[in-house]
């Protein structure tokens, strides 16, 4: 009788380290970050951090102390996550985690590698370089964030959030710093830690012989009572995974996506009533096109029903001249002087979709959601004896609806199309992809987007659109 207690026991004492230590520990990582990016999404695209402040202004001066802490940060962050690998006791008991110094390595080596192999495919030019600042002109990826995250997510996947929650809030920290001293677009910071990012989830594994603390409840014939119980080295890790049960479809996904967007039209009126139509299209185009990147969080709450949370910020900026006098913005540009111009949008959506027939080859999706996006423009003279913007906050329901075939096992084909069509304001998002399945967590996309966006306000008419194939990597848990 007391075998078969402490056998039951024993199973109970399994089911508590397996959630301690599988789907548990996934979900808490997963909504630390996702909190951490939330707050990240606030506070870059609140007005405060606008085209006219040190976020993005054509004029403005960055603050160097801010610049240097990022810096610092850059090389800090990776070389403390290689660093504390000597420092945190290993299976054997020495002070040495050996697979985590090798997880590193792997980790923010492909990081470092892939940000540099971007930057000379891209050769995208730094926001900076148009007002004649001698900064490096590759901007795409950023490479200090990319650092900075790479590093932060092997704290954090490795040692827990005590240390990872500190070292993300670092590297947001210099992401925003390379924002504000104009040496990156935002969706070069998207880049960047999308790949830091990726990586780690790749290469890098929870430490899993530290000690796992469990409280069971315990019946035997005396009465009953808790048991507490420390489980060990390799042993324990080894009965933990053999107890996990990985579901079959996944919970969550995070997808990366990027690519070269053409510039196809870019008409701007302001103000709407009196202000002189003009298109950016007919400027220079020296980041035409330009590399923009996306990152999208799925939530699949069953087979049918799914959550999507999609953040795409897309600037521009160019130079050239108008042929004919321009009024914007209150101000008047004379023509055949030489101009500088910077655009953004940056669009946050959030949406719902269900899956008709998820057991069939074919997959049929429809849904709604919304829409909040914030446009901004400036002109300004080369020499900048002037210069004037506008901006425009708008929240828009939008529908979605999609269509596909499963060719293989791990190849689809979709279509896929996201928007609305009001009188003062329209949103066309349609795309045609390919999608290859890569084992049960990885996915790859590759895709062509039509991107049109319509704005009609008293302050602003502006008539957008993009021409956009990409690649997307996606990992799924």
Known sequence: MVSNKLIEFKQQIGRCKMYQT??????????????????????????????????????????????????????????????????????????????????????????????????????????????????????????????????????????????????????????????????????????????????NWLWVTPQSWSGKFAIAPIALDEGTGLQVTMAMGDDAKKDADAQKIKPKDPRFRFNFGFGPAYLEKNEITSPTSGGTTFDLYDFDRINDPTTTAGIEFDIFLNKHNELSFFWLPLETRDTGQFSNDVFFAGQTFPANTDMVSAWQQNEIRARYRYNIIPESNWQIKLGAGLMVQYTEIELATANFSQLAGVDDWVAL???????????????????????????????????AAFNFKIGHSWDITLGYEYYARDIETSDLTNHVIYNVPYLAVAHSW
């Open 22 to 199: 599988g789907v548990y520990q996934k979900i808490r990582y997963f909504w630390v970050r996702l909190i951490i990016i939330a707050i990240a999404s606030a506070f870059f695209v609140s007005p405060q951090y606008g085209i006219n402040s040190a976020y993005a202004g054509l004029q403005e001066t960055p603050d160097e102390d801010i610049t240097k802490v990022g810096d610092f940060f850059q090389w800090f962050l990776p070389a403390a996550a290689f660093g504390s690998t000597f420092f945190v006791r290993g299976p054997d008991g020495k002070m040495w985690d050996k697979e985590g110094t090798w997880q590193s390595l792997k980790s923010i080596g492909s990081t470092v590698i892939t940000t540099q192999a971007l930057k000379e495919i891209t050769e995208k030019i730094r926001p900076r370089s148009f007002t004649g600042s001698t900064v490096s002109a590759i901007s795409f990826p950023s490479g200090h964030t990319s650092a900075a995250f790479s590093g932060a997510a092997f704290i954090n996947t490795r040692y827990g959030p005590w240390w990872g929650v500190p070292s993300y809030a670092a590297a947001l920290f210099t992401a925003y710093s390379r924002v504000q001293a104009s040496a990156h677009f935002l969706d070069d910071f998207t880049a960047g830690a999308a790949i830091g990012l990726m990586y």
């Open 397 to 431: 329901p939008i529908l979605n609806g999609s269509i596909g075939y499963k060719i293989t096992p791990w190849l689809t084909f979709s279509v896929d199309a996201e928007g609305i069509y009001l009188s003062d304001d329209a949103m066309i998002d349609a795309i």
